[in-house]
Nanobody, 116 residues
Framework: QAQFLESGGGLVQPGGSLRLSCAGA????????VSWHRQAPGKQRELVAS???????TYAESVKGRFTISRDNVLNTVFLQMNSLKLEDTAVYFC??????????WGPGTQVTVSS
């Protein structure tokens, strides 16, 4: 059974940076489309960024130019570099590794809090 675990969340001031990691075990993360999602209190979960096995990337409009998704297949890890963080980026961030309709895995999430 595959497992994916997020790390790197924390408390940061507006304008600061964090790098989130999504580490996979049990299956090759490089074979999946891996995406980052976030959910703020009282809001629906939303897609933030995704990366395909051939490294094509997509971003939500709200994070374009500030966030960068990347992958290291040797480490079996996908990263989300978040710069110029804003108060509205505060949320629990989840990664998802999607292989096919029967194999899609979520991590437990990591909290990101942007506050002065």
């Amino acid at each position: 059974q595959a497992q994916f675990l997020e790390s790197g969340g924390g408390l940061v001031q507006p304008g600061g940076s964090l790098r989130l990691s999504c580490a996979g075990a049990g299956m090759r993360a490089g074979a999946a489309t891996v995406s980052w999602h976030r959910q703020a209190p009282g809001k629906q979960r939303e897609l933030v960024a995704s990366i395909t096995p051939d490294t094509s990337t997509t971003y939500a409009e709200s994070v374009k130019g500030r966030f960068t998704i990347s992958r290291d297949n040797v480490l079996n890890t996908v990263f989300l570099q978040m710069n110029s963080l804003k108060l509205e980026d505060t949320a629990v961030y989840f990664c998802n590794a999607h292989y096919d309709m029967d194999h899609s895995f979520w991590g437990p999430g990591t909290q990101v809090t942007v506050s002065s």
